[in-house]
């Protein structure tokens, strides 16, 4: 195999991400030099409906026939374009807990993704809801029960499926027990085979058949791979998933450039690595510099014999199959029924409203206490600011706004006790240390539900704040609505 042979079957094998919302020199003079094949979107790409579609026009004119453009659109506050119909986080859903409703969402989103140009979906997640401490997860799960976990994922992906979108569930083996987020530390969970089988496992194996892909998880099981993390580890890749679960769908890694990888092996190494253990794609962005060092990484080792090129072309394979059921193009996307899917989203969401400890909405004079603004983690969207906040009650309402640069800070003695009804909204995703003695009145979590853990005070949960919770919390704020959700993990319930 020549080193230009090896090039273009390394092509093959990598996904990569471009800078702008449209094709810059540097963009094209890559996709002309090699026949890359899949590109990953994220927020900084999208420029509303027509900006990306015609993004989405212009890859899919550069990569070809077997195209492949991908997003993280899982719903809730992991939702890149938001110029769509927006879903509920998987969270609000499992306190619905309909299949039905589920389903329906699922193909909603798979509608205004087609709209768009995508045809793979990075979602459901399949991590179980386990480990309120988690500082990554949370809201995106389903359920705290696997076999819940399964069956609404399957009806969330039988929807996005029969619309022409693939699904690609996520974290294998299982990244709901972490205290550490991938983006930025290598987490470990100190768990046997037996007991990832007992719970994380379940809902892979539940899914294996009906999954047309599955994403890795950069964690380390030191019982199982005490040097490796899933993503780089052929016990996990090959052993664990194909061999003994038998999933044979498209395996993609979670993006090498998250500080769990990057900061140890690099951006290709890395991606040398997954490709040995049984991964057929991996999702390399960064520089154009950094992808093309990928691209020859591989292409050395499938010259050296490192990476099998039988192996890569089974892989090769494989993504092409996906591609070929479910093909890039820019989909109609009717007026009437876009109106449907957005009438669907409000419903869910006011649906899915849960009230703790006999929440109700405050009367009278309230003091609202907030985050002023709350930047993206570089998972989730940026949380809601305080003049965001501001906008779920009328103008005119009496309330005196507590405005802070970080509730992390917050202290008892920061909030007044002076009959005024004390109002948390909080509208940023980490935990509370030391809120058991706040004087608060209601508590509105807007993001992490688990913040209720930490603060035994009536709550609303609403499971996230995109534009259709809003408005279903604004009619609750009125008395408009009565919040009927449950939540799906029985800690909160309590």
């Not at 409906?49 to 015609?54: E, H, I, L, N």
């Not at 998250?258 to 991996?282: E, F, P, S, T």
């Not at 109002?423 to 004087?439: D, K, M, T």
């Amino acid at each position: 195999m020549t080193h230009n042979e090896a090039l273009q079957l390394a092509a093959q094998l990598v996904m990569i991400d471009v800078p702008g919302t449209a094709l810059d020199a540097a963009t094209e003079g890559l996709l002309a030099r090699y026949p890359l094949r899949a590109v990953c979107l994220f927020r900084r790409n999208l420029s509303g409906v027509a900006g990306t579609r015609a993004l989405c026009a212009a890859l899919h004119e550069r990569l070809g026939a077997k195209a492949l453009i991908a997003i993280d659109q899982e719903g809730g506050a992991v939702s890149r374009a938001t110029f769509i119909p927006v879903a509920p986080s998987a969270m609000a859903l499992g306190s619905i807990g309909s299949s039905e409703r589920a389903e329906q969402i699922g193909a909603a989103v798979a509608r205004g993704l087609a709209h768009l140009g995508v045809n793979w979906n990075f979602a459901p997640v399949l991590d179980v809801n386990n480990n309120p401490a988690n500082p990554v997860i949370g809201e995106r799960s389903f359920s705290e029960n696997p076999d819940e976990v399964a069956r609404l994922a399957s009806a969330w992906m039988a929807g996005s499926l029969r619309e022409g979108v693939a699904c690609c569930v996520k974290h294998f083996p299982g990244h709901g027990d972490t205290h550490e987020d991938s983006h930025h530390a290598l987490p470990q969970v100190d768990k046997s085979l037996a007991e990832l089988e007992a719970l994380e496992l379940r809902p892979f194996r539940a899914l294996k058949d009906q999954a047309p892909a599955l994403m890795t998880a950069h964690i380390v099981y030191p019982q199982l791979d005490a040097e490796l993390p899933a993503t780089l580890s052929s016990f996990f890749l090959t052993e664990l998933l194909r061999q003994r679960i038998g999933f044979a769908g498209v395996v993609i890694t979670d993006a090498l450039m998250m500080r769990a990888i990057a900061d140890r092996w690099g951006h290709a190494k890395a991606a040398v690595l997954a490709l040995q253990a049984g991964a057929d794609l991996v999702l390399a962005q960064g520089t154009v510099d950094e992808q093309v060092a990928t691209l020859e990484a591989v292409a050395d080792a499938l010259q050296d014999g490192r990476i099998a090129v039988n192996a890569a072309q089974q892989a090769v394979a494989r993504v092409d199959a996906l591609a070929a059921r479910y093909p890039a193009a820019l989909r109609d996307y009717p007026d009437a029924q876009r109106v449907a899917d957005e009438a669907l989203m409000h419903e869910t969401c006011a649906a899915a409203l849960t009230a703790l400890r006999g929440a109700q909405a405050p009367r009278g004079a309230l003091r609202v206490i907030t985050q002023k603004a709350v930047v993206s983690d570089g998972v989730s969207e940026a949380g809601l600011s305080a003049e965001e906040v501001a906008t779920l009650w009328p103008a005119g309402a009496d309330i005196e706004w507590l405005h802070v640069p970080d509730l992390g800070q917050l202290r008892v003695a920061d909030i007044p006790r002076d009959g005024r009804v004390n109002v948390l909204v909080s509208n940023r995703r980490g935990r509370y240390a030391e809120a058991a003695n706040w004087p608060v009145d209601l508590h509105i979590a807007l993001w992490n539900p688990f913040q209720a853990l930490d603060l035994p005070v009536p709550t609303l949960l609403s499971w996230g704040y995109q534009r259709p919770m809003l408005a279903a919390l604004r009619r609750w704020l009125a008395g408009e609505l009565q919040a009927q959700g449950k939540a799906p993990v029985a800690a909160l319930e309590q």
